[in-house]
């Protein structure tokens, strides 16, 4: 809508333009999901290379992408943490990395989650070899998505201010100017029409928090109160972890660790998820599969039952 015919992307025009796709040429009910455009401006631009191929094609090339995303995210996490897998666990692995309930649900659904969870583990594996601005850049990107990144963002910050990683700071910086800059010179009203569209997104969606779904749903004599204050013990234990980033200068085990908790967190406490976004938490799951793998006897094979295990688990 954007590309050819010049229609501000966040209007009601183009909310309606894509009900009427999505609804079989109906506009939306009030009690059907109203999907408006949820995402940063500079969305268009990475869709920008697809706008004049025939919708078969853009599907296609669009899930292949994301498909890839998810591979190339696990692979880039094995190398994060130093793992080589014999063949035959990586061959697992792979398959495991497409297979996996949450993976399969983000191809399906052509989401933005698998490129934000490739994007993420390229930035720290682009830190621990010290190629700063390209871990920058790569941060910058996953805001194509905020609620998977907006906590680790400013711990990864924190971090190379702590520890003078001055070129990370202005790869993020330079990359961020970048695509919002390119975004007011195309659209200037984008920022608060974006802002006004994600405070609207709660009001049509019913996915709620993991932890609203504990207290609410599977344990509501607990209500919003113990909501309330196990949010603010999560976000205690992980400020006092951030603290603790003063002492890692670079990708440590620790470093990774705290890095773990807090895409635990990110996905623990925001007003709304999906379980497309736990892809990030692959992160944290193969630092604790590479631990057994290291101190169990038999931990290769442990391993690959437990990837099993999730497997059959997630899709019942």
Not at 127 to 152: E, F, N, R
Request: aromatic content about 16%.
């Amino acid at each position: 809508l954007f590309w050819q015919e010049g229609i501000d992307p966040y209007s009601q025009t183009a909310t309606e333009a894509i009900q009427r796709v999505l609804y079989g040429g109906q506009l939306a009910r009030p009690d059907q999901d109203q999907v408006l455009f949820v995402y940063p401006f500079y969305t268009v631009f990475q869709l920008w290379p697809l706008v004049n191929l025939d919708y078969a094609w853009v599907q296609a090339i669009w899930l292949v992408f994301v498909q890839f995303s998810l591979i190339g995210g696990v692979i880039a996490t094995l190398r994060l943490l130093e793992w080589r897998q014999p063949p035959w666990l990586l061959a697992i692995t792979l398959l495991w990395s497409v297979i996996m309930y949450n993976s399969t649900r983000t191809i399906i659904l052509g989401q933005f989650a698998g490129p934000i969870f490739l994007w993420l583990a390229g930035s720290l594996l682009a830190l621990k070899h010290k190629q700063d601005v390209l871990a920058g850049a790569l941060l910058s990107l996953t805001t194509l998505k905020p609620q998977m990144s907006y906590l680790i963002i400013p711990a990864l910050l924190l971090w190379a201010v702590w520890h003078k990683r001055w070129h990370f700071v202005a790869g993020f910086a330079g990359a961020m100017a970048l695509l919002a800059g390119l975004s007011f010179l195309l659209l200037p009203s984008w920022l608060s029409s974006f802002i006004e569209q994600v405070l609207y997104y709660p009001d049509y969606t019913v996915t709620p928090s993991p932890l609203r779904v504990i207290t609410g749903t599977f344990f509501p004599q607990l209500g919003q109160p113990v909501e309330y204050v196990l949010i603010g013990l999560l976000l205690l234990v992980m400020l006092w972890q951030w603290w603790q980033l003063r002492h890692e200068a670079s990708v440590t085990r620790k470093f990774l660790f705290i890095i773990s908790l807090t895409l635990i967190v990110t996905n623990s406490i925001i007003v709304r998820t999906a379980t497309t976004n736990y892809v990030i938490m692959y992160i944290p799951l193969f630092l604790l599969l590479h631990t057994i793998s290291r101190r169990w006897r038999g931990g290769n094979v442990w391993v690959a039952c437990i990837l099993l295990v999730f497997v059959v688990c997630t899709w019942a």
